[in-house]
């Protein structure tokens, strides 16, 4: 495969850890959703979440805590810690595949990618004045990637079981891409 190709390959995990790298030097401020969130009628939510607290890192969240907003916040920020690194994981399996490895070591490289780009990130966060580091982002970013590996696991041998019974069309061009990636076939 040329050179440019694997380019290709790389171009989108790339230009996420770009992304990702340009957001984390952000200051809170730049990034705050509240402001968003709080134009939209929020008394169903106190009224299903509001007995919910629990802490996370050194902090109680809650409602009463944080306010409805800032509760809301909180998912859409984890929770995209949480989806951004699945992705990750996901885009670094497909951009080796360019790469004549197995499977397995292509996996087990698009985690470990992921395991030190969240490090790295939450020690950036550390140096950044208007940020926090925290140990249980990094956790939780391994286990979107976690997942992202495992979503490829079982949809690629989903795919290839269908393969062999004549499966759907639909599903087969869905996963095509990132199955072909962990066999390194053109």
């Not at 495969?1 to 770009?18: E, G, S």
């Not at 393969?163 to 066999?183: D, P």
């Amino acid at each position: 495969m040329t050179a440019p190709k694997k380019i290709l390959y790389m171009l989108p995990l790339l230009l996420l850890m770009a992304g990702i790298a340009a957001a984390s030097s952000m200051p809170y401020e730049q990034q705050d959703l509240r402001g968003y969130i709080r134009l939209f009628p929020l008394h169903w939510v106190e009224q299903i979440a509001g007995m919910i607290s629990f802490t996370y890192s050194s902090g109680t969240v809650s409602i009463e805590e944080k306010g409805t907003a800032g509760f809301i916040e909180f998912f859409i920020r984890k929770g995209t810690h949480f989806v951004i690194y699945f992705g990750m994981a996901v885009l670094g399996y497909v951009a080796l595949k360019p790469y004549r490895w197995t499977k397995c070591w292509k996996l087990t490289v698009a985690f470990a990618l992921v395991a030190v780009f969240a490090v790295i990130d939450e020690i950036r966060h550390f140096y950044h004045p208007d940020r926090t580091g925290l140990w249980q982002d990094v956790v939780l970013d391994m286990t979107g990637g976690l997942c992202g590996i495992l979503f490829i696991l079982f949809w690629g041998t989903r795919l290839n079981k269908k393969k062999t019974t004549g499966g759907s069309l639909k599903k087969k061009a869905v996963f095509r891409y990132i199955n072909r990636a962990g066999e390194g076939k053109d």
